[in-house]
């Protein structure tokens, strides 16, 4: 409850009555929020007083009040300064006094108008506020101001250069990994070239095996057409071819067809023996063809 009566009175402040000649005094306005968007017109107010508020945050569109020569943040909770806070180079006079700080923004180096500022009573780091020294005097608060602002650009250009460094090597890395795919893909590549090569290569092979298998059966049939071409042009016949047409034009040749049986009947009777030899000769032969062949 008590939040929200809080956030209504912050809504319900009017910036433009705080305005004075050029100051702008919005201290203790028990505000936590910056009213950016309501200081952002007045031009003229290039002094800010936020002293005395429970502000903890000082965000990115603080900076759009690039109006702005003097500022006092003192006696807030502001544990948290945007980076971008250098962009308000027209700043001179900066009080953080009594804050929860414990480091300067990044960008705090390009505040080269700077030439005041109180860090007293923040939560530094040791090393960082005796490099900067005290503000116990506006003499120191000057000194303060000069050497914050040179060690913050050392910071910086440290950082950016660090950063810069982190990028080449994460490309490289991706690069490195870019190149290591196309590797790999190029590989791929002539692998399958080296495939297709083959397969091509021993195409011939198969083509010439199948013509080796195919040959016996066209050497046997070119023996035969030859045979039968030969005896074509010899003007032989089959006997049987023949026997059929002497029967039909002439009964002679039937007597000496029979004539003819009956002598092969009593040549055949005489040499049955020599005729079984060979016969016998001949079956193993074939039958030895055979077994080479397998054997083969």
């Known amino acids: 409850m008590a939040t929200k009566q809080q956030d209504q009175n912050e809504e319900n402040i009017n910036v433009r009555d705080r305005l004075t000649d050029n100051v702008l005094d919005l201290s203790l306005m028990n505000i936590s929020k910056v009213p950016v968007q309501a200081i952002k017109p007045l031009r003229r107010a290039t002094t800010l007083d936020l ?12 900076t759009d009040l690039t109006q702005l020569t003097q500022l006092d943040l003192s006696k807030n909770r502001i544990t948290f300064i945007c980076d971008d806070f250098g962009l308000l180079t027209n700043l ?3 009080d953080l006094y009594k804050n929860q700080l414990t480091r300067l923004p990044l960008t705090f180096g390009r505040l080269r108008n700077l030439k005041y500022l109180d860090l007293q009573e923040n939560p530094l780091n040791p090393t960082f506020k005796k490099l900067i020294g005290t503000c116990s005097d506006t003499s120191d608060c000057l000194a303060a101001a000069s050497r914050a602002v040179e060690f913050m650009k050392q910071v910086e250009r440290r950082v950016l250069e660090d950063r810069t460094k982190e990028r080449k090597v994460r490309e490289a890395k991706e690069q490195r990994q870019q190149e290591e795919k196309l590797k790999l893909e190029v590989q791929r590549q002539i692998a399958s070239e080296a495939e297709c090569r083959s397969t091509v290569d021993n195409e011939p092979e198969k083509t010439e095996k199948t013509r080796r298998r195919r040959k016996p059966v066209t050497q046997g049939n070119t023996d035969t057409n030859a045979k039968e071409k030969t005896a074509a042009k010899a003007g032989h016949k089959p006997i049987g071819d023949g026997v059929s047409s002497g029967l039909r034009h002439s009964s002679m040749l039937w ?15 005489k040499h049955s023996d020599v005729l079984q030899m060979t016969r016998d000769g ?8 055979i077994l080479e062949e397998y054997i083969k």
């Open 92 to 94: 001179r006079r900066l």
């Open 282 to 289: 001949s079956i193993r032969e074939s039958r030895d063809a």
């Open 255 to 269: 007597l000496l067809v029979l004539l003819l049986l009956i002598a092969t009947y009593v040549l055949y009777t």
């Open 51 to 62: 002293s005395n508020n429970r502000i903890s945050i000082i965000e990115s569109n603080f």
